[in-house]
């Protein structure tokens, strides 16, 4: 088989794990357990990763095309193969537990990969593989075959079980092979159970009914977040998206569903994405508000809250485990090949031990944003999460730290940096009469008032006209486009219009992508969508709105960003899908929308 690029894959969630479909059939990336447990296919990073193909016979030969969506507002994703004998249609779905509506996807989810054959016309020989590779490929689990029917594969922790009705599977030596007939109108449903061998067993469910009741759980769960801006289409899209990788039980949001994905094509930039970042907060929470609705942010807030924990001197980890999990230590995986020949394959993300400087603004502009809606006056946790990170700013900020890149080079001033450091002084004293009388906000004022000024003198280079990288450089980084959007100077200043010209010029490209440095290899989703947002402001709207339909021109077939695009393939790059691409979008269609919004 034939690995399919980036961008020929389809995401499907349960609100607790994920699933890559390629459009070849196969589902090569399924970690059940959760978004960032162990995969038992992972085809996606190794040919020998394990996977679960099923395609008509002889796919991908004369006559043979492909065709695929999305069931309206839902995750269920269905796919039509047209062969020169017939056409028939598979429906893929992680399942829903059975009643779970709105808030409540994915607190219980069964883990269970449901997979439909619909016969729409003709007679189509349809060929099963069935190859599960537990613990990232490790394992080569044993095959039993059921009283009943179906198949059990164990290895290590795992139990799968592999049903698939009326049809007489046979446990090979290490795999299920079979081959069968559907013509129009016959449907046969299958699926497949995930449980642990010493623990909660694989459940069963009824395929055909499962995906019915998985599909109204994702039309309840978008039913209950309104939006009423410009291009609702994709941001109602963008929305479920976040929604499917919202790990429900917690209400974190990962970053991506993938790791190790590369940001270039045999390079070693590859990294584990499916823990949640911090630095995103605020980001995410505008992206919630706008396209969701706010009943998310008490949870996130207080899950953000419980995994920071006091705050002391050491600075705050950038991100953790989805359920706030603080040591992610990486490790390689040297027996995978990686996605294409990109090695290493990682597992952790070392950047939780990484001095970051702009995540305390994150997070206190999202609880500023939101401040209204949680009340007139913070307890508990949240008070005490606000006031720690107030203070460690206060005593930090005049620190180097690694930026938000997360460079594993050495820490330096970064602009963007000291720019969330004044956004969470200035945010601070704003919120400081819901802060308790620990709250100090003619000091803050103060630091907030210095921080600026640093910023104003160092960050500015006369020589190129623009902000820069960091204090004291002459090199560009998008990242700055971040200082409207964040309010720290308008984009209408005369200092921002030379920024967001130099950007324009040195970092972008003629079909509107942004790369972040002008040594970057492929053009980044999100800075193309922060300078949408910058243009909005300076009063070129319709300029910004040329680039946001050439931006979001770049998703796959069914909607789905990457983290980046290659420069000159145009290939989706990046670990996938990647939330703040759709992020970006979804505050990009919003700021096309209401211009002095935030």
Not at 223 to 233: I, L
Not at 282 to 307: G, H, I, K, N
Not at 318 to 330: A, K, N, P, Q
Request: proline letters at 6%; hydrophobic letters at 40%.
């Amino acid at each position: 088989m034939t690995q399919p690029v980036i961008s020929d894959y389809g995401f499907l969630s349960d609100a607790r794990s994920g699933a890559l479909v390629g459009i070849d059939g196969s589902i090569d990336w399924w970690c059940p357990h959760r978004f960032d447990g162990a995969s038992v296919f992972g085809r996606l990073l190794d040919p020998s990763g394990g996977h679960f193909r099923l395609a008509p016979v002889g796919a991908g030969g004369p006559g043979y095309r492909v065709e695929r969506a999305y069931r309206p507002d839902t995750l269920v994703l269905r796919t039509v193969h047209h062969t020169p004998h017939g056409s028939v249609a598979v429906t893929d779905a992680l399942a829903a537990e059975i009643g779970a509506r709105a808030h409540d996807l994915g607190k219980n989810s069964p883990a269970v990969l449901i997979r439909v054959v619909e016969g729409l016309s003709g007679r189509v020989r349809m060929a099963l593989d069935f190859a599960p590779r537990p613990e990232y490929g490790l394992l080569t689990p044993y095959l039993h075959e059921q009283p009943g029917g179906g198949v059990l594969a164990g290895a290590g922790p795992v139990v799968l079980v592999l049903r698939a009705g009326d049809l007489p599977l046979r446990a090979g030596e290490d795999r299920v092979t079979h081959e069968f007939e559907v013509s129009a109108g016959q449907v046969v449903g299958m699926d497949v159970a995930f449980g642990q061998t010493y623990g909660t067993p694989p459940v069963r469910l009824d395929p055909l009914a499962a995906l019915a009741e998985t599909t109204r759980a994702w039309e309840a769960f978008r039913q209950s977040h309104g939006y009423s801006g410009r291009y609702p289409k994709l941001v109602r899209h963008s929305a479920t998206v976040l929604g499917g990788l919202t790990y429900a039980r917690s209400g974190a949001v990962a970053a991506a569903l993938t790791s190790s994905l590369p940001e270039q094509i045999g390079g070693d930039r590859n990294y584990d994405y499916r823990y949640s970042w911090l630095r995103d907060f605020s980001l995410t929470m505008r992206a919630l508000w706008v396209a969701a609705c706010p009943d998310e942010a008490s949870r996130l807030f207080a899950w953000a809250a419980r995994s920071i924990g006091r705050i002391g001197d050491e600075p705050v980890p950038i991100l953790f485990g989805l359920e706030g999990e603080r040591d992610l230590s990486e490790h390689h995986c040297d027996h995978l090949r990686g996605y294409r020949d990109s090695r290493p394959v990682r597992v952790g993300n070392d950047a939780w031990k990484q001095r970051q400087l702009d995540v305390p603004g994150e997070v206190i502009s999202a609880v500023w944003r939101l401040r209204d809606y949680l009340g007139t006056t913070f307890e508990g946790e949240l008070r005490e999460m606000v006031l720690g990170l107030t203070e460690q700013v206060a005593r930090t900020w005049h620190l180097p730290d690694r930026g938000i890149w997360e460079t594993r080079e050495e820490e330096r001033h970064y602009v963007s940096s000291k720019v969330s450091c004044w956004l969470a002084m200035d945010r601070a004293v704003g919120l400081a009469d819901q802060l308790g009388e620990r709250a100090d906000p003619r000091r803050w004022a103060g630091v907030r008032d210095e921080i600026r000024a640093a910023v104003l003198r160092d960050g500015w280079n006369d020589r190129i006209g623009a902000f820069t990288d960091s204090f004291g450089s002459a090199e560009l980084d998008a990242s700055v486009l971040t200082l409207p959007v964040a309010r720290f100077l308008p984009a209408t200043d005369p200092r921002m219009r030379s920024t967001i010209a130099m950007v324009e010029r040195e970092l972008g490209t003629d079909d509107g992508l942004v790369r972040r440095w002008t040594t970057d290899p492929a053009g980044f989703l999100m800075c193309s969508f922060w300078l949408v947002e910058c243009l909005v402001m300076a009063g070129e709207p319709r300029r910004a709105e040329e680039l946001f339909e050439r931006v979001v021109g770049r998703a796959n077939d069914v909607g789905l960003f990457s983290e980046q695009i290659d420069l000159s393939t145009g290939a989706q790059l990046g670990n996938m899908p990647q939330a703040l691409s759709h992020i970006g979008l979804i505050n990009a269609a919003w700021r096309l929308t209401e211009p002095n919004s935030f």
